[in-house]
């Protein structure tokens, strides 16, 4: 079947709209229980499971057995409060779904979730991450304890697990894709949601990831039982986050944002799906990043790449002041996003050098780490362990535009200062602020609170082998060259969304579901239409994209019963 064409055979019982994570997990338990899908998509086939691929693969477990192996004690009541912490829900109409499905989907992670992924196929690498670490409070924002665990074939193998049962089901007739349909309406008869009606586009032959056409070459009208929208969020739609940032909440919206996803992630169908009746709820929460670099190698247009720092990099805003605690690197996504912003500039800096970079710079997506997306043991063992920074992040080192490398303080801030879109950095302040800083190493007292949190995370066995730099001056030549990165905003994840209740159908403005219609992944907000709150713990969104895919599936697979 080409990319273009009608889909033929047995009526659909289900539409599925969007061939990403979410809608492959809602598909999956449908065909398990024998139902017949149809699956809309706007772009080719080769973008099969959407953003999801191109992830890092993390996933959020509680009282895993990874964790226990490293000593790690976790629990459900600890992981909840971590997560009620962070999420600060305050709405009550529109986080009643989201509270429910943060009490679910925290004890999914803490039972059911580890043998459910194992049993699919799927691995994790043996180091658990500390994402997100939080400020100072324990009732607050961020995770108590390591629970970023890494996927062994990162994203595209947590897409593999389950796009390879939809496929033998697509040999076996059970499944249908239709590629290249672009949605432009729901049908709605009597009040319930029957089929899609939209676009077909020109076929397309590029790569995964590439911008496509949006040249129309004909129209089509779909009927089922039910419809599951699975479309994504908002991330490439800038227009889009731009009407919903919370100016308020994090400061002015910043000029410059580059996207983290692809350009097919357009947030189309939240307007579509609302005028079927669907409630959007928690519009203006959004999970945007603060460390964004441009991709010297871009696949999407303006394609930008996060850096996952360890904690030792010193942070400063654009003006050149260091950033206050929590604002250390990892630790505080909010928080930090709105103390860059308050300068008035949508940037920041990374100060740091070659034996940081070397022990504690990741780069997001799995692109980036060729070596465990490959599920090659030899290059990742030789990557990781081996002198220098890893290939990729070196290849940045050398071509990145954020990036600068030099000998001495000097030449670095005159670096900074040729690609700063704001003020001109003062070399002797910044000297002066890191210089107090080196001044705290080495002795087994001080009152820096970044040193401080840096000795609390080497304490874990996993970050002192792994993740952190033992604490050094940051201007001890032996530790050099000194590097500098430009600090970009980020979009990335829509925390809002279609509201759902815990079966994920689709709840209207009168608060009942609205019949036919069902919502999973990050359109709905990952589960309810805002699971995270305002703020997420790191490895939560593919698992969000699971456990509510699961659910829509699970729960159409009995009412069609």
């Not at 273009?4 to 449908?30: K, M």
């Not at 304890?145 to 007739?173: I, N, Q």
């Not at 049908?187 to 009606?197: F, S």
């Not at 939240?270 to 709820?281: D, H, M, N, R, S």
């Amino acid at each position: 079947m080409s990319d273009s064409s009608h889909p033929s055979g047995p009526q659909a019982e289900v539409i599925v709209i969007g061939s990403g994570l979410a809608g492959l997990v809602a598909t999956y338990e449908l065909i398990r229980a024998g139902r017949r899908v149809l699956v809309l998509d706007q772009e080719n086939r080769d973008n099969l499971g959407g953003q999801a691929f191109w992830s890092l693969g993390g996933l959020f477990f509680v009282d895993s057995p990874a964790q226990r192996r490293l000593g790690i004690r976790d629990s459900y009541e600890l992981a909840l409060q971590d997560w009620l912490g962070s999420a600060a829900f305050d709405r009550d109409r529109e986080d009643e779904w989201g509270r429910r499905w943060a009490e679910a989907y925290v004890r999914f992670a803490a039972t059911e979730k580890w043998d459910y992924l194992h049993e699919l196929g799927l691995r994790m690498t043996p180091v658990v991450g500390w994402a997100e670490r939080g400020g100072a409070e324990a009732d607050g924002h961020g995770n108590s304890v390591p629970r970023f665990h890494l996927t062994w074939g990162t994203g595209p193998d947590v897409v593999r697990v389950f796009a390879e049962p939809v496929l033998a089901a697509e040999r076996a007739g059970l499944v249908r894709f239709a590629f290249r349909h672009r949605v432009d309406e729901l049908v709605v008869e009597d009040g319930a949601v029957i089929g899609a009606r939209g676009a077909v586009l020109a076929a397309s032959e590029l790569a995964r990831g590439v911008a496509s056409s949006r040249e129309v070459i004909g129209e089509y009208e779909f009927r089922a039982d039910a419809v599951v929208v699975a479309s994504g969020g908002i991330g490439h739609a800038h227009e889009l986050v731009r009407q919903s940032w919370p100016t308020q909440r994090l400061g002015p919206c910043p000029e410059t944002m580059i996207p983290g996803v692809p350009a097919y992630v357009d947030g189309r169908m939240l307007a579509i799906t609302e005028a079927a009746g669907g409630a959007v709820v928690n519009r203006d929460r959004m999970w945007h990043y603060t460390e964004g670099i441009h991709n010297w190698d871009p696949v999407w247009p303006d394609h930008a790449i996060r850096i996952i720092p360890g904690p030792s990099s010193l942070w400063f805003d654009a003006c050149g002041k260091r950033l206050p605690a929590p604002c250390y690197p990892g630790f505080d996504t909010n928080a930090s996003m709105k103390a860059i912003l308050a300068t008035g500039y949508d940037y920041s800096w990374f100060v740091l050098d070659q034996a940081i970079v070397e022990k504690e710079f990741a780069l997001s997506g799995s692109e980036q780490n060729p070596d465990i997306t490959g599920k090659d043991l030899l290059l990742t063992l030789r990557s990781r362990l081996a002198k220098g920074a890893p290939g990729p992040v070196d290849a940045f080192l050398r071509h990145g535009e954020d990036f600068v490398v030099a000998e001495t303080l000097p030449e670095l801030v005159a670096g900074m200062n040729a690609i700063a879109r704001g003020p001109q950095l003062d070399a002797a302040d910044l000297e002066r602020q890191i210089v107090a800083r080196d001044r705290e190493v080495g002795n087994s007292y001080g009152k820096d609170g970044q040193l401080a949190a840096i000795a609390n995370a080497r304490r874990y066995v996993g970050d002192r082998l792994g993740r952190v730099a033992a604490p050094h001056r940051i201007l001890d030549p032996a530790k050099g060259p000194l590097i500098a990165v430009r600090l970009n905003i980020l979009t990335r994840k829509t925390l809002g969304g279609l509201q759902t209740d815990l079966d994920s159908r689709v709840v209207g403005a009168d608060g009942a579901p609205v019949p036919g219609l069902y919502a999973a992944g990050e359109v709905a907000g990952f589960g309810g239409g805002g699971v995270h709150g305002y703020s997420a713990l790191e490895g939560t969104f593919l698992g969000g994209c699971i456990f509510s895919g699961r659910a829509a599936g699970r729960s159409l697979a009995r009412s069609l019963s």
